[in-house]
Nanobody, 116 residues
Framework: QLQLVESGGGLVQPGGSLRLSCAAS????????VGWYRRDPGKEPDLLVC????????KERDSVKGRFTISRDNAKSTVYLQMNSLKPEDTAVYYC?????????WGQGTQVTVSS
């Protein structure tokens, strides 16, 4: 059973940076594409960025293009989200997600708060 654990969230000032990690256990992550999502209070999670199994293809939504970068280290079964130039509106809970056939796996999320 694949399990995902996010980490790296916290409080950061506007303009600052954070790197989130999504570590997998129970299965090798290199079999799956991975997406990073964030959920604003009272809303459904929105896809921000995603990365292919091998890491050679990434896609970002316009609102984070140029600021957020996804990468992966399959040897460590970990996917990263580097977030730069953070804004207060980036405050949310961030999740990684894997779709494996008919199963969807989510981590527990990590809180990111951007505030001065």
């Amino acid at each position: 059973q694949l399990q995902l654990v996010e980490s790296g969230g916290g409080l950061v000032q506007p303009g600052g940076s954070l790197r989130l990690s999504c570590a997998a256990s129970g299965s090798t992550l290199d079999r799956y594409a991975v997406g990073w999502y964030r959920r604003d209070p009272g809303k459904e999670p929105d896809l921000l960025v995603c990365i292919s199994k091998s890491g050679d293809i990434t896609k970002e939504r316009d609102s984070v293009k140029g600021r957020f970068t996804i990468s992966r280290d399959n040897a460590k079964s970990t996917v990263y989200l580097q977030m730069n130039s953070l804004k207060p509106e980036d405050t949310a809970v961030y999740y990684c997600r894997v779709v494996a056939g008919w199963r969807v796996y989510w981590g527990q999320g990590t809180q990111v708060t951007v505030s001065s």
